[in-house]
């Protein structure tokens, strides 16, 4: 029987060593798992009521099993409850309200416990696995991995990174890349989530950044820091665009990204199934990156509207269908990698354009300032275009156009300021008629101009405009750039989105900071009623404070 006993020993400890080692995990944890199997076991032998512990020594491989029993004058659950008399006898110097051990003999597993154990023990197992596979990769988003296609299931591709597994979305894979079976794949690691079933690792090859890092690892200035990707965009499988910079500056940052004979850039490029790939000098300097980045086509002019984040680019008219590119790659490529949204136009629609606002302001300034119409394309060719503009500059600027006189500058001022207040008349009674309350011209920043295009949208009282989002009042409307589908045909814009149109006020250039404050002021009358009831608590502790 002893060496039955022992041989027992000897096998509980020898898998608790070889299932530690195949799975990689802590062997207490697999300790841990078989106590709780053998506990498990014994309470169906000896009653499921019982509070059974077992402890399975690691080193020499005893089991010791033991139910724990409280000690009480009167016993009402005998499973788990002693008199003092009988506790006395398992263990001496018991008193009342203890918890005392109630040894119990080892137990014999039958096939059944024996199956139930093993299932408990697999879960324990399974569960250590997987918070072990999550903490291997939960702190590796935004590194490069190598991995063997496992399968394909409904487009998506599982690969077998060793110890875990990860997933490469059907819209985070290179288009027209074939996927096998057994093959190897290098992929970036974008995300780990824990899950029930395990670690969640989610990987691209779609991904900006998958091409950074593949760069870091064939330039050896870059994994050092002296050239830096300053920004990346990508068509994946078709083409792609980088803005590299160099801190050293007797090192050429093109010229390293692309190797000796293009041997660097190359193996990106075969990495990526053959995506071509634009390497671009990055500049401080928007108009020069942009010019950089709309390569190979040829920019002649481009004019920045800082307030709309916009770009438009004019180009000769030979270069226009490059500049766009096929299906308006380039311009969409440049647009990403500078952040801007860019209208690309020829030079013959820039002066149309111009020739247009011209007109239109030259007429606005004819009328509203009563002038002629001499006198108002001179303020136009001198760079104003909207009425505050004159009522509010300096009038020694003013009087330092050339045939202006400060007499003529005074008059223009007074005549502006007037057209203004017209203005704002009629716009306020235009507000009134739509209903929009009085109250909301109190709100900061908001004039009566954009209070009569909050009460178009239905927008009339301080509860509905406290009701809004800072987003839903000033985000700017987004549209796609202009493109053609070739040189000769008509300019053409995408379908408009419905996240595309912007918020209310989003043709006023409101910011951030100015849409929050409106906001905030809208909301204070939700707090006032909070006021009065604050206020005779105050008052009764300046009443104490004068007796």
Not at 149 to 158: A, L, R, T
Not at 398 to 409: R, T
Request: proline share 4%.
């Amino acid at each position: 029987m002893a060496s039955a006993i022992s041989a027992n020993k000897a096998e509980l400890l020898a898998i608790a060593n070889s299932v530690a080692s195949e799975k990689m995990i802590d062997k207490g944890i697999v300790i841990e798992a078989m106590e709780e199997a053998i506990q498990k076991s014994a309470r169906n032998r000896y009653g499921a009521e019982n509070d059974i512990r077992a402890k399975l020594d690691p080193q020499t491989g005893d089991l010791t099993l033991w139910r724990v029993v409280e000690v009480v004058e009167e016993v009402e659950d005998y499973f788990k409850q002693v008199d003092l008399k009988a506790a006395q006898k398992l263990q001496e110097g018991s008193a009342l309200g203890d918890f005392i051990v109630d040894p119990l003999p080892p137990v014999a597993l039958g096939r059944i416990d024996a199956q139930s154990a093993k299932q408990v023990i697999f879960q324990k197992v399974r569960d250590a696995e997987r918070e072990r596979q999550f903490e291997e990769f939960k702190d590796r988003a935004g590194e490069i991995i190598t991995g063997v296609i496992k399968s394909v299931e409904f487009g998506h591709v599982i690969v077998n990174l060793g110890r875990a597994e990860g997933v490469i979305r059907r819209d985070q894979q290179i288009p027209r890349e074939a996927a096998r079976v057994g093959e190897r794949v290098r992929a970036l690691i974008t995300k780990v989530e824990r899950n029930n079933r395990g670690p969640q690792i989610f990987l691209s090859r779609a991904a900006p950044d998958f091409m950074r890092k593949l760069f870091a690892q064939e330039v050896p200035e870059i994994y050092d820091g002296i050239i830096e990707i300053k920004a990346a965009a990508r068509d994946p499988g078709s083409r792609a665009k980088i803005g590299v910079i160099s801190h050293d500056s007797s090192i050429d940052p093109v010229g390293a990204c692309v190797g000796m004979k293009g041997s660097r850039v190359q193996a990106v490029v075969q990495e990526l199934q053959g995506e071509k790939i634009d390497i671009i000098p990055w500049s401080e300097d928007t108009a020069t990156f942009i010019v950089n980045a709309l390569q190979p086509a040829t920019v002649a002019r481009v004019v920045l509207d800082e307030d709309d984040g916009r770009i438009e680019v004019v180009v000769p008219d030979d270069q226009l269908s490059l500049a766009i590119g096929r299906r308006g790659q380039n311009v969409r490529l440049a647009s990403q990698l500078t952040t801007h949204q860019i209208d690309i136009m020829t030079e013959e629609e820039a002066s149309e354009k111009r020739s247009k606002e011209f007109a239109e302001r030259s007429k606005m300034f004819e009328e509203e300032l009563d002038v002629d119409e001499t006198l108002s394309q001179l303020l136009v060719a001198e760079g104003f275009a909207v009425l505050e503009e004159v009522a509010y500059v300096e009038l020694a600027e003013l009087a330092s156009i050339e045939g202006f006189d400060e007499e003529l500058a005074e008059e223009l001022q007074s005549r502006a300021v007037e057209a203004i207040e017209r203005q704002e008349e009629a716009h306020r009674t235009a507000r009134r008629e739509l209903g929009v309350e009085d109250d909301l011209a109190t709100m900061p920043h908001l004039t009566e101009a954009m209070l009569v295009v909050l009460g178009k949208a239905g927008i009339k009282t301080l509860d509905d405009l406290a009701d809004l989002a800072t987003d839903e009042l000033i985000a700017k409307k987004r549209e796609a750039p202009r493109r053609r589908n070739n040189a000769d045909g008509p300019p053409m814009r995408r379908p408009q989105r419905e996240q595309d149109k912007g918020g209310v006020l989003g043709e006023y250039g409101l910011s951030e900071e100015q849409g929050n404050e409106i906001i905030m002021a809208a909301r204070a009358h939700w707090f006032e009623d909070e006021e009065p009831a604050a206020a005779p608590a105050q008052e009764a502790a300046d009443a104490d404070s004068t007796q």
